[in-house]
């Protein structure tokens, strides 16, 4: 705890390296790789996301797709300082389905989330932030154990088995998805919204 708290990884980077031989569940047979969080031991928030794409299947990194780079930017734009965030998912290996080539994103189930909490956990404990930021109903059920409804409350604070206060809205990658064009600029606008009340709860630093 006390090398993870003078910002060395500590046993933070211990639990990367066993989380890299999981099989809690059956996600990592067909994955490439365990996608771990990713940032600072003394993050002030830590953003959760629903599992790696694609894109960071192959890299092996947290948030290096499209929604992950549109979500760099609207920080950025709002000023929250990354070196003060840590990036994970609720689930650390990217569940899909083949089309041809393709790899289509396919949902977690609660069996799958269950089993994965057990990391997301050990980040919570170790990294002790002012806040979590559920981006999605996979993180919702993740950091409180419930299906809680994100349209509903979106923009509340609800609170996480570890006693971390978790700040509830969607994932980027539904920004992405909205098809026209004012709609989505509409969405951008009110997820920077709530971004910019995320830094107002960032204490530490
Ligand atoms: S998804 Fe999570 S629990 Fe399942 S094998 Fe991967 S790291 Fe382990």
């Known amino acids: 705890m006390d090398a993870a708290k003078e910002g060395k990884l500590g046993p933070l980077k211990t639990a990367r390296e066993e989380a890299a031989d999981c099989t809690r569940c059956d996600l990592y047979k067909n994955a490439t790789q365990t996608v771990f969080g990713e940032g600072g031991a003394k993050a002030s928030v830590v953003f959760v996301g629903e599992q790696p794409g694609d894109r960071e299947d ?12 549109l979500f760099d930017t609207i920080l950025e734009e709002t000023g929250i300082d990354r070196k003060k965030t840590y ?5 650390k290996h990217f569940k899909f389905q083949s089309r041809g080539k393709r790899r289509i994103h396919s949902k ?3 069996g799958e989330i269950r089993a994965c909490r057990w990391w997301l956990g050990q980040e919570l404990t170790m ?6 930021v559920a981006l999605g109903a996979t993180a919702v059920r993740a950091l409180t154990g419930k299906a809680l409804a994100v349209n509903t409350l979106r923009g509340s604070v609800v609170e996480s088995a570890e006693g971390v206060p978790v700040f509830i809205t969607v994932h980027p990658s539904s920004l992405l998805r909205i098809p026209d064009r ?6 951008r606008e009110r997820f920077a919204e709530d971004m910019r009340k995320v830094k107002t709860m960032m204490r530490k630093g």
């Open 87 to 91: 990036v994970t998912n609720a689930v």
């Open 58 to 69: 192959i890299e092996g990194r947290p948030f290096v797709g499209p929604a992950g780079r």
């Open 108 to 110: 977690p189930n609660a």
């Open 182 to 187: 004012e709609a989505r600029h509409t969405a």
């Open 127 to 132: 990294i002790q932030p002012d806040l979590a």
